[in-house]
Every structure is written in C-alpha cells, then in structure tokens.
C-alpha cells in the first residue's frame, strides 16, 4: 500500500512540473487548451458545479481582445 501510495505522489509531482513548464515553454498553446476544455464544461446541458468549474479553468480574456465589431481588425 505504501508503495502504490509513493507511486501516486511521484506521478502527481511529474505532471504538476509537465503543465508548469507547458505553460512557460508554449503559453498559446496552453490557452488553446484551456479555452476547449472550459468550453466542454460550460455547455447548458451540464450540472451548475461543473458549469463554475469551468469558467474558473477558462483563461482570463486576452488583452489584444476585439469585442466582436466589424471594425478594421476584422478586415486584415
């Protein structure tokens, strides 16, 4: 038992360290994941719970963030 119990904690200190350096190395596609995975829990049909667990896994809006207009940012 002790020995499944020492196998659980490395496994959960080597994937904590994997996101942490996934999100230092590859912050894009950190929030591509992100914003798909929050967008999976968030839907309608989902429990309240999950729905909060979601918007709390989304990324913060991105700074350069158009609001949705037709203006020049949309015309490239």
Do not use: E, K
Not at 27 to 47: D, E, I, W
């Amino acid at each position: 038992m002790a020995l499944a119990l020492q196998y659980l904690l490395v496994a959960a200190a080597v994937l904590v360290s994997a996101v942490y350096v996934l999100a230092n190395r590859a912050p894009h596609f950190t929030r591509r994941c992100r914003v798909a995975f929050a967008l999976s829990l968030v839907a309608a049909s989902r429990p309240p719970w999950l729905r909060a667990l979601g918007r709390w896994i989304a990324p913060p809006p991105s700074a350069g963030a158009c609001g949705g207009c037709s203006d020049a940012c949309h015309r490239g």
